[in-house]
């Protein structure tokens, strides 16, 4: 059975630091395209960053140069360093997994995290 | 534009058909994938691809494409569909990901 379960949220001031984990298991992660997607309260779903099977990274214009996405192959964990934190970027976060489909263009994600929950307030 | 957009919220009576949709230029080149999601629940894979849905979800759930806009209908709307409803996509570089604004759909 595919589960994602994160961990690592909570209350931070502004300009603090967390680094967020996505615990996999059914799956290997590095085999996979895997995402941070967050929630502010109240808001819509915002993509925040995607690292692919072959290692590369990718970031939301909000959230480059101060977020990083890794991944611990032997723990087949995902996480996310969050760095130089704003009051904007408290939201849950959920870990997802992206498929890439056969048919050209169709990516989606099948499985979902429960969701972390960072504050950032002083 | 690399956004996707969406009508913030509609309505539909109970047992109606009603059509949730979804605009931007990327839907173009890459399908949109739909979302469900009740509060404090976790986003739920609803419709993926041309028109596919993962197992567990109900056929009166169906995705539809043309030019830049992307549709999810739900045929027959029951009282537990009532939902924020998020279509996802690729954008132009195919490299970052988008959500539209979600719509929230009301039962009546």
């Known amino acids: 059975e595919v589960q994602l379960v994160e961990s690592g949220g909570g209350l931070v001031q502004p300009g603090g630091s967390l680094r967020l984990s996505c615990a996999a298991s059914?799956?290997?992660?590095?085999?996979?395209?895997m995402s941070w997607v967050r929630q502010a309260p109240g808001k819509g779903l915002e993509w925040v960053s995607v690292?692919?099977?072959?290692?590369?990274?990718y970031y939301a214009d909000s959230v480059k140069g101060r977020f990083t996405i890794s991944r611990d192959n032997s723990k087949n964990t995902l996480y996310l360093q969050m760095n130089s934190l704003r009051a904007e970027d408290t939201a849950v976060y959920y870990c997802?997994?992206?498929?890439?489909?056969?048919?050209?263009?169709?990516?989606?994600?099948?499985?979902w995290g429960q969701g972390t929950l960072v504050t950032v307030s002083s | 534009s690399s956004e996707l957009t969406q009508d913030p919220a509609v309505s539909v009576a109970l047992g109606q058909t009603v059509r949730i949709t979804c605009q931007g230029d990327?839907?173009?080149?890459?399908?949109a994938s739909w979302y469900q999601q009740k509060p404090g629940q976790a986003p739920v894979l609803v419709i993926y691809?041309?028109?596919n849905r993962p197992s567990g979800i109900p056929d009166r759930f169906s995705g539809s494409s043309s030019g830049n806009t992307a549709s999810l209908t739900i045929t027959g709307a029951q009282a537990e569909d009532e939902a924020d409803y998020y279509c996802?996509?690729?954008?132009?570089?195919?490299?970052?990901?988008?959500f539209g604004g979600g719509t929230k759909l009301t039962v009546l």
């Open positions: 059914g799956f290997t992660v590095s085999s996979n395209y």
């Open positions: 990327s839907l173009r080149s890459y399908y």
């Open positions: 690292i692919y099977s072959g290692g590369s990274t």
């Open positions: 996802n996509s690729r954008d132009s570089s195919g490299n970052h990901l988008r």
């Open positions: 691809g041309k028109n």
């Open positions: 997802a997994r992206e498929v890439v489909a056969t048919i050209k263009g169709s990516y989606y994600f099948d499985y």
